[in-house]
């Protein structure tokens, strides 16, 4: 699975942007996908995961923000992001994996991942 990230951008704190993750060689159907963050001296933390059936799981922090939604052709994965705040600011990845039971306990986990995209920088500007 090749994975394209992008949607990145500058933006003024409680502004709002979206990005995608268009995949390719593979359909995503039977693939969970997530989405991760990486700020500057921090470490990748995670941010939503999709199962593909209608579960969606969030990070703390931008649980009633951001919504992680897959789109009509199923093989392109967003990240709607509202009232963004200058701590959002971060390289953002987008990743896949096979699903399984396992995904429902380790969505979380960047290491259980094995397909990521390169990343698209956000910047919240206060």
């Known amino acids: 699975v090749q994975l394209q990230a992008c949607g990145g951008g500058l933006v003024q704190a409680g502004g709002s942007l979206r990005l995608s993750c268009a995949a390719s060689g593979r359909r995503l159907s039977t693939y969970g996908m997530g989405w991760f963050r990486e700020a500057p001296e921090k470490e990748r933390e995670f941010v939503a995961a999709s199962d593909g059936d209608g579960d969606t799981y969030y990070a703390d922090s931008v649980k009633g923000r951001f919504t992680i939604f897959r789109g009509n052709d199923k093989n392109t994965v967003y990240l709607q992001m509202i009232s963004l705040k200058p701590e959002d600011t971060a390289v953002y990845y987008c990743?896949?994996?096979?699903?399984?039971?396992?995904?429902?306990?380790?969505?979380?986990?960047?290491?259980?991942?094995?397909?990521w995209g390169q990343g698209t920088l956000v910047t919240v500007s206060s």
């Open positions: 990743a896949a994996r096979r699903i399984s039971d396992y995904f429902y306990y380790t969505f979380s986990s960047s290491r259980d991942y094995d397909y």
